[in-house]
Nanobody, 117 residues
Framework: QVQLVESGGGVVQAGGSLRLSCAASGSISRLDAMGWYRQAPGKQRELVANIINGGTTTYADSVKGRFTISRDNAKNTVYLQMNSLKPEDAAVYYC???????????WGKGTLVTVSS
């Protein structure tokens, strides 16, 4: 099993920055994909960013150029650097790990990001 613990959420002003961290424990491989999703009130959970083995990344169009995802395999940790935050970025951000072969997903409990105008 895999356990994920997010940290780094908080309240920031529009235009500010935050860095989210997700520490994974348990049976995890460098082959597993790691990513971040978010869900705002009244909206469906959506992919924010994803990173796979080899460093290939995917971003939602709404965050391209502002957010950067990275991972430290030695620490089993994935990060999300969020710059130039906008009020529409406010949401609960969830860490995700997806198994390469089985496609089984693991989720963290989420960390709240609030952006004030």
């Amino acid at each position: 099993q895999v356990q994920l613990v997010e940290s780094g959420g908080g309240v920031v002003q529009a235009g500010g920055s935050l860095r989210l961290s997700c520490a994974a424990s348990g049976s995890i491989s460098r082959l597993d994909a790691m990513g971040w999703y978010r869900q705002a009130p009244g909206k469906q959970r959506e992919l924010v960013a994803n990173i796979i083995n080899g460093g290939t990344t995917t971003y939602a169009d709404s965050v391209k150029g502002r957010f950067t995802i990275s991972r430290d395999n030695a620490k089993n940790t994935v990060y999300l650097q969020m710059n130039s935050l906008k009020p529409e970025d406010a949401a609960v951000y969830y860490c995700n790990v997806r198994r390469l072969y089985s496609a089984i997903n693991y989720w963290g409990k989420g960390t709240l990001v609030t952006v004030s105008s």
